[in-house]
């Protein structure tokens, strides 16, 4: 698992823990002495913000849960999978293209990175050179052909 990508989600979730556990607690207290909460624009703000740090917080926790869980051990060392870089010859436009199978943290299409949850990165998942998929995308469907992968292992090596 890419260290970078799991300490972004640790200073994310240390500055929102602070904001969830000092400063927005404070900001409460300041929009309480200012009387009737019934309409009181800065405590339902404050209460509002407490709402969306304490969900965000929980999503946060949990994806860096399922990032701990990744086992190298368990990706595949001859098929498409969580690393991989892979030539994909598109049969409906009669083109290569190159991506790698990242996680939605650091997926970039522009770069060529492309989430292994994204509908091109789960149709290629599992796949070997020479294999043909056809994937739903929001543009429509399109048919690719597995030409070259490189796993996460050749990276390694």
């Known amino acids: 698992m890419p260290i970078d990508i799991v300490k972004k989600l640790q200073d994310e979730i240390q500055a929102l823990e602070r904001e969830l556990n000092l400063e927005l607690p404070k900001e409460l207290q300041r929009a309480r002495a200012l009387g009737d909460l019934s309409e009181n624009a800065e405590f339902h703000m404050a209460k509002q913000r407490q709402d969306i740090v304490g969900a965000r917080l929980v999503q946060l926790k949990r994806r860096l849960a399922d990032l701990s869980l990744i086992n190298l051990n368990n990706i595949p060392r001859d098929r498409a999978a969580f690393g991989s870089r892979v030539i994909l010859y598109d049969l409906d436009r ?34 070997q050179v020479g294999d043909t998929v056809k994937i739903t995308t929001p543009n429509g469907s399109r048919e690719f052909e597995v030409r070259a992968l490189q796993t996460i292992y050749d990276d390694l090596e």
């Open 94 to 127: 009669d083109a290569e293209v190159t991506y790698k199978l990242v996680t939605s943290e650091e997926a970039d299409l522009s770069k060529g990175l492309i989430s292994t949850t994204s509908p091109i990165g789960r149709g290629v998942m599992g796949k």
